[in-house]
């Protein structure tokens, strides 16, 4: 008999009027399935982002057997397009209509926000695998709601940090218009003006777009003594190629980690000794990392990036909120209690969440080698986003 997670509460009266109480529990729970929806980008700019991020939540499902807290695990998965105007429409579908106990997602900030703010509506329990939005564990922050991988604000303030370290002066940035390129761009200049730097000239253009040639024209013009970008996949990768084909060489270019990881084939040997900070690097030679960069390449025939890492910390959260209630669902506060509080073995390096739920965690300075983001020293140690607003923690 197969049962889902919704049915369960009315079977098991069922059982007990029927006087079944006495069948051995491994009977019912044999059939239990955990639903857990997967709203993630699977086309567009940051589709890589949302492939990497499944594989690295089914990689740990798999190695704990295909269950969590003892359930088996079935899965809802939604292509959220990176489109914040259908964020509303995708999360309800899934909360609503396709009844998931848990909802992991998603990349981009925007369409976080509204899943948060949908979350929050109903209760449901919402793991963040990768949008930065600040207001998450900001403003937003609540009991249900848990991210595994930062918040805008870190990865900009260690890159900051670093470059005000090494005495560069003044610097131009450029992103996208858009939270999670506004929010780095904040902790960059928070980092960077507090170590003397000065900003010369601060450059956005719309989200997804990729015309980057005026852009490089004017940094050329303005000659600053760096850059500071946030970008992330195909964009990252066409942003990275283009800046080096203008010539701009010899204007540093730096970012937060997210402008090349998981790009090393597209971008080939454009940009070896690029440094950007982040919460993770390939080479970071911890067991945990090692053995997991081992599986995911044996079972996905490709080397995992920070995505897969925090698609993999988002199941091994939820199993410690599940462990702790044996799968019982229904006691959401124990779980969270237990989520909370847990250290979470990251292939990064150990991490706890702050009270609001967003992980404390080292920020490293990452340089390319080859195809891979290798890491050369720290920006910032356990560095904990300040969570500005937020009075449910
Ligand atoms: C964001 O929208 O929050 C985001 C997207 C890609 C990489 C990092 C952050």
């Known amino acids: 008999m197969t049962i889902d997670r919704n049915r369960r509460a009315a079977v098991g009266a069922i059982a007990g009027a029927a006087g ?4 051995p ?17 699977y086309t567009g700019t940051f589709a890589q982002l949302g492939e990497a991020i ?13 269950k969590l807290g003892g359930d088996d695990v079935e899965y809802v998965t939604v292509d959220d397009e990176s489109a ?3 964020a509303v429409e995708n999360m309800n579908r899934l909360v609503r209509r396709d009844n998931v106990d848990v909802v992991v997602g998603t990349v981009h900030s925007g369409v976080a926000l509204a899943m ?8 449901t329990t919402l793991i963040i695998p990768n949008a930065g939005a600040d207001d998450i564990t900001g403003s937003l922050c609540a009991p249900n709601i848990f991210r595994t991988s930062f918040s805008n604000w870190q990865p900009g303030y260690g890159t900051g ?17 858009y939270a999670a390129g506004e929010e780095s761009v904040n902790g960059f200049k928070e980092a960077f003006t507090a170590g003397g730097g000065k900003i010369v000239k601060e450059m956005f253009l719309p989200f997804p777009n990729v015309e980057f040639q005026p852009f490089l024209t004017e940094i050329a013009a303005l000659k600053p003594e760096a850059v500071f970008v946030f970008f992330a996949g195909a964009g990252a990768a066409k942003f990275v190629k283009d800046y080096y084909a203008a ?3 010899s204007i540093p270019l730096y970012g937060s980690g997210f402008l090349t990881d998981g790009i090393g084939e597209a971008i080939q040997d454009v940009a070896q000794g690029l440094t950007t900070v982040l919460h993770y690097g390939d080479g970071i030679n911890n067991p945990k990392n090692n053995a997991f960069r081992t599986a995911y390449a044996l079972k996905y025939k490709m080397q995992p990036d920070v995505y897969a890492v925090q698609g993999y910390d988002a199941a091994q959260l939820l199993a410690a909120g599940l462990r702790a209630v044996k799968g019982d669902f229904s006691k959401k506060a124990e779980m969270y209690k237990a989520m909370e509080i847990a250290k979470i073995d990251s292939p990064r390096g150990p991490f706890t969440l702050s009270k609001a739920h967003n992980p404390v965690q ?6 390319l080698k080859g195809r891979d983001n290798v890491v050369v020293g720290i920006a910032v140690k356990a560095l904990a986003d300040p969570a500005k607003g937020c009075k449910a923690a």
């Open 20 to 23: 079944l109480s006495a069948l």
């Open 247 to 249: 010539g701009l060489k």
């Open 54 to 66: 499944t594989n690295g939540f089914k990689l740990y499902v798999a190695e704990s057997g295909g």
């Open 25 to 41: 529990l491994p009977a019912l729970a044999q059939g239990r399935k955990l639903k857990i929806g997967l709203m993630l980008p």
């Open 84 to 86: 914040p105007p259908k």
């Open 116 to 123: 948060a703010n949908v979350a929050r509506q109903t209760n």
């Open 362 to 367: 080292d920020m490293y300075i990452r340089q």
């Open 161 to 177: 940090k670093m470059m005000a370290d090494r005495k560069i002066k003044s610097a131009v940035t450029l992103t996208w218009k």
